[in-house]
């Protein structure tokens, strides 16, 4: 820009204000020139790149927009004419132009953080995502680009080779590991979590310790992210799903039943024979019919067999109320359009305890969700419940306040009939 020097010169002003005119109309024009630069990339090139992105048949391009991919990438116009002009600056020459290298390895640390962003959103939108996240290679491969960034800046400032710095990281090794040990961790995390198949995006698991439990909605180099369904966020580090223990419900969701598994409790002073009035009146019970028609022939087969007196109801074979009922609780769920038929279906006895007899009910629900699952299965407990005492069965209920106040009230209304009719004698 010497002719900036000789215009200043046709004036009668001395030399070192003709220098600094001189330099600070370099740095103005320079300032404008970078200035319009940067306007026309980002006016004219960016928006013709964004007309052709958002105009062509391909979708995926889209994202690279929407991370301004192209928009950080403009930032380099101005770094490179500021580079390209050093030299009119000799005695800032160098530093000039230390400073434009450092501003581009910036920008493009900033350009690879966007593009890499990018590749996971479009990685996101295919199916295998959910199987195979891809996110923390990114991520490790991102503070690879950081760290070779920060060498580079390092040995453009003090004028070195970046092979020298290199050959000092052995020596920060230990240091590197202090620094960098949960992303090491988490990098070897989700290497294995991702190989074995442990955990997914979408999946809903249980880990008590970090009171998490619901869905999976991100799994990162350093951390697991899960939405509770109180809708609150849990985050749990990627290396404890590894080191530690946790319940993965994805088996019930690929299955597509969600398991019941609870107990009436029979109040065991009700349990019984079955007599002949009751045996009649289990026969127009639709699900039992033929289960008491067939059961009655073939323990009085047995019993004429074993030619047994039956004049005593602890002979032989007979039916007691508790089985029957067990029989129409397994019939009634065989038959039930919300019980998955497919998968186990049980009712059994547990051992009895001082709350009487459970009657497990161990079956799965065809739809696993929750709301509906819950729905399903209070359905069938109500109908239990109330259908018990059809069965000469109570189920058990521990006495409550007003039992004892019941209780109270009969012996009260007992000693006052009792003293009436001693008075009356």
Request: glycine share 4%; net charge neutral; charged share 20%.
């Amino acid at each position: 820009m010497n002719f900036i020097k000789e215009f200043y010169g046709k004036f009668d002003l001395t030399p070192t204000v003709t220098t600094i005119l001189s330099v600070l109309t370099e740095i103005i024009l320079l300032a404008i020139f970078c200035i319009i630069a940067n306007f026309i990339t980002k006016k004219v090139v960016i928006r013709i790149i964004t007309h052709i992105v958002k105009n062509n048949k391909v979708k995926w391009d889209n994202v690279f927009l929407e991370r301004k991919v192209f928009q950080k990438l403009s930032h380099i116009v101005p770094a490179v004419i500021i580079y390209h002009f050093a030299s009119a600056f000799p005695s800032f020459e160098v530093l000039i132009q230390r400073g434009s290298i450092v501003y581009l390895i910036i920008v493009s640390l900033l350009v690879i953080n966007s593009f890499l962003a990018a590749v996971n959103d479009i990685y996101q939108t295919h199916e295998i995502s959910k199987t195979r996240p891809i996110k923390g290679y990114l991520q490790v491969l991102n503070i690879a680009f950081i760290v070779i960034g920060i060498i580079l800046i390092i040995a453009n400032l003090i004028g070195e080779s970046p092979l020298i710095l290199l050959s000092g990281i052995g020596a920060l090794s230990a240091v590197f590991m202090l620094v960098f040990r949960d992303s090491l961790l988490g990098l070897v995390a989700g290497i294995q979590l991702t190989s074995n198949d442990m955990v997914r995006v979408g999946d809903w698991i249980e880990m008590p310790k970090y009171d998490a439990d619901g869905d999976i909605i991100d799994i990162s180099l350093v951390t697991v992210k899960v939405q509770n369904w109180d809708k609150t966020i849990t985050t749990i580090p990627s290396y404890a799903l590894i080191s530690e223990s946790f319940k993965n419900w994805r088996g019930m969701q690929s299955a597509g039943g969600r398991r019941i598994k609870r107990s009436i409790y029979i109040d065991s002073n009700t349990i019984q024979f079955c007599t002949p009035e009751m045996i009649e009146n289990f026969k127009k019970i639709h699900v039992l019919k033929d289960y008491i028609i067939n059961r009655e022939q073939e323990i009085q087969e047995y019993n004429q067999a074993q030619e047994i007196d039956r004049n005593s109801k602890v002979n032989g074979r007979a039916l007691t109320n508790i089985g029957v009922f067990r029989e129409y609780i397994h019939q009634y769920l065989k038959h039930h359009p919300g019980i998955h038929q497919q998968l186990t279906l049980m009712v059994r006895q547990l051992p009895s305890t001082d709350h009487g007899l459970p009657l497990e009910i161990y079956a799965f629900t065809n739809d696993i969700r929750w709301a509906v699952y819950e729905s399903i299965q209070s359905d069938i407990f109500d109908h239990l419940f109330a259908v018990a005492d059809e069965f000469g069965l109570h189920v058990f209920q521990n006495p409550s306040g007003n039992d004892f106040q019941s209780i109270v009230q009969h012996a009260k209304i007992e000693s006052v009939e009792t003293i009436e009719e001693d008075k009356s004698n």
